[in-house]
């Protein structure tokens, strides 16, 4: 919702509750990412978009990279956070960097008399500096 909050303060953002995920009921029969791109797809008709950014997280990432690959004209940009779909190649380097992340979160909470609710606020705005740099 930060990020909803953010980008829906300049631009006009639509969050999806694909059907089966979230508070949404589940399809009549099993859905495949075909099915949930054709739904992004009749969605964007029905809302009259001729072309957007998409912003997948996790399964709709996913469902970003196919729409965007049959459906080109209709796609500005593309930003995947943590996207299914994508496997990428684990150095050392990255597990360094998680490893270090755990360590300072558990520092933090330790500091902080282990207040989850500093931790969160921290790491909330962190993210937001990142958003505003990554827009700008």
């Given at each position: 919702?930060?990020?909803?909050?953010?980008?829906?303060?300049k631009?006009?953002?639509?969050?999806?509750?694909?059907p089966?995920?979230?508070q949404?009921?589940?399809?009549?029969?099993?859905?495949?990412?075909?099915?949930?791109?054709d739904?992004?797809?009749k969605?964007?008709?029905?809302?009259n978009?001729?072309?957007?950014?998409?912003?997948?997280?996790?399964f709709?990432g996913?469902?970003?990279i196919?729409?965007?690959?049959?459906?080109?004209?209709k796609?500005e940009?593309?930003v995947l956070?943590?996207?299914a779909?994508i496997i990428?190649?684990?150095t050392l380097?990255?597990y360094?960097?998680?490893?270090?992340?755990?360590?300072?979160?558990?520092?933090y909470?330790?500091?902080?008399?282990g207040?989850?609710?500093?931790?969160?606020?921290?790491?909330k705005n962190?993210v937001q500096?990142?958003?505003?740099?990554?827009v700008?």
């Open positions: 919702m930060p990020v909803f909050n953010y980008l829906a303060s631009f006009e953002v639509y969050a999806i509750d694909f089966g995920f979230g949404s009921s589940l399809p009549s029969k099993a859905w495949g990412v075909g099915d949930y791109t739904m992004l797809n969605l964007f008709d029905k809302l978009i001729e072309k957007a950014s998409l912003i997948g997280h996790s709709g996913r469902v970003s196919m729409f965007s690959a049959l459906y080109p004209e796609v940009k593309v956070v943590d996207s779909g990428p190649k684990r380097k990255y360094f960097k998680v490893y270090k992340f755990k360590l300072f979160k558990k520092l909470l330790l500091l902080n008399g207040k989850k609710k500093l931790l969160k606020s921290f790491i962190t500096r990142i958003i505003k740099i990554l700008h």
